[in-house]
């Protein structure tokens, strides 16, 4: 087969789903030594993803952003073009015109489950013409699919739910744990993690977060529930790790309001680090004293885990899809209830025994998840779709 990848999101451009984008076909690419693929990038992307072999290999630039008219319009075109035997769509924003049979992967139906005013910088009007357009493309996508990749047993049954599909054309493929973030201690020494710790404003002990400032991550609840918790512990910093962006601004406005927030101050009690490289957000992972994860809804749920590959205890929202993921890895409070989240918060930082044997399952845990497992099953779905 000729298979065609939509690239656009490949790397740390598409954040999560960069991660995603990045790790399947690049794990797709080495497994595979029999089918031909056509990579979709976008300009800010192109030079990142390298070709390994260029008799199996080919890498197009388009200059089409996501979730515009030109996607529509302009995208199914390119694909024509390339006499595709198959596309994917690693994201719900499949061409409605599309040319050729696809497979979409549906990480969530956040769109669907958790619309928020909160979620976008448009008035309410333009947000209401959006969401909608969003839904029609989802519901194409959908229905029109060869195959539906889901990234969890929840997201599966959401979709059915939902779309009223057939079972047996959702696909479960779970997500990995980057090789680049599991722990390499012998690669760092104390001085250069403290050194790290030190330009950042960061000093021990500190909880943390990674991940997107979107609403539906519950990371105000979060802020909120930190002011209450550095009543009792007052040497403790919450660090907050995602690319600086419209959500994070918000957010450091409101830990400001809080007197929670100093910029460029070792004396603030929440740190912003902006956007972290994988060799340095190890450490990050492997000094915290514990991981936070207060989302109300998740497809997956995948920097906890990375936070467990690095020998970092997790406690999460038991909401969704992080039940499912996180398995008995995790302590898990109610996201909407501050009173169980202070609880819980309260109890890992007490319990160093609790969190020594968090770290134990964590290490177990993240062995049922493996990127090179998912390009696997990937390509299966291909396959099937012949």
């Not at 024509?80 to 979409?104: G, Q, S, T, Y």
């Not at 060869?146 to 049954?157: E, L, P």
């Not at 330009?199 to 519950?218: A, D, F, M, R």
């Not at 319990?351 to 390509?379: F, H, M, N, P």
Request: net charge positive; glycine share 4%; hydrophobic share 40%.
């Amino acid at each position: 087969m000729l298979i065609g990848i939509d690239a656009r999101f490949y790397g740390p451009i598409g954040k999560g789903l960069g991660r995603y984008v990045q790790e399947v076909i690049d794990n797709l690419i080495e497994i595979d030594q029999v089918n031909k693929y056509v990579i979709f990038l976008g300009k800010e992307n192109f030079a990142d993803f390298k070709i390994v072999d260029s008799k199996r290999v080919k890498k197009i630039m388009i200059n089409i952003g996501w979730y515009g008219f030109k996607e529509q319009l302009l995208f199914p075109f390119y694909i024509w073009r390339e006499h595709l035997d198959l596309m994917h769509f690693p994201h719900f924003n499949v061409p409605i015109a599309c040319p050729v049979k696809f497979v979409v992967t549906i990480h969530d139906l956040i769109l669907i489950k958790y619309p928020t005013l909160r979620a976008t910088t448009l008035n309410w009007l333009f947000y209401k013409i959006k969401n909608l357009a969003y839904k029609l493309i989802i519901s194409s996508a959908i229905k029109h699919s060869q195959k539906i990749i889901a990234v969890s047993d929840f997201t599966k049954k959401d979709i059915i739910s939902q779309f009223k599909v057939l079972s047996e054309k959702v696909v479960v493929t779970y997500e990995g744990v980057a090789e680049t973030l599991i722990q390499k201690q012998q690669n760092q020494n104390d001085l250069e993690k403290k050194d790290f710790l030190l330009s950042n404003k960061i000093v021990k002990p500190y909880l943390l977060y990674v991940g997107n400032g979107y609403p539906h991550k519950n990371l105000e609840g979060l802020i909120k529930a930190f002011q209450t918790i550095i009543k009792k512990y007052d040497n403790l910093q919450l660090v907050l790790v995602g690319r600086k962006d419209y959500f994070y601004k918000r957010l450091k406005e409101y830990a400001k309001e809080l007197n929670l927030w100093q910029e460029n101050s070792i004396d603030s009690k929440i740190i912003f680090p902006d956007f972290v490289p994988d060799n340095k957000l190890n450490i990050l992972y492997n000094q915290a004293l514990f991981y936070i994860f207060p989302s109300f809804y998740e497809g997956f749920g995948l920097p906890p885990l990375e936070a467990m590959a690095n020998g970092c205890p997790v406690v999460s929202s038991n909401r969704t899809s992080l039940p499912e993921i996180l398995g008995q890895a995790s302590n898990y409070f109610n996201p909407e209830d501050q009173s169980d989240m202070l609880c819980q918060i309260e109890r890992l930082i007490n319990d160093s025994g609790l969190r020594k044997r968090l770290v134990k399952l964590g290490y177990e845990q993240i062995k049922k998840y493996s990127w090179k497992d998912c390009a696997k099953k990937t390509l299966e779905v291909y396959e099937n779709c012949l």
